[in-house]
């Protein structure tokens, strides 16, 4: 999804929001936030397998 919104618009819009719906909207913010910290940690333990002289599922045989 690509939109020519600021971020000032974007927070100008999120402000007008009722408290409930802020309070849920930082609930799903900080979810995306976790699932994405704990996906970028999970690359690190998963680096030993990106090594190109032992990908045999790309060879072309």
Known sequence: M???LTKEEI???IFQL?????????ADIEERVE???MMQLAETGFAEWNDPEEDI???ET
């Open 35 to 37: 699932n994405l910290t």
């Open 18 to 26: 009722p408290v409930e719906q802020l309070i849920a909207l930082m």
């Open 57 to 59: 599922y790309n060879d």
């Open 11 to 13: 927070k100008e819009m």
């Open 2 to 4: 690509t939109s020519n």
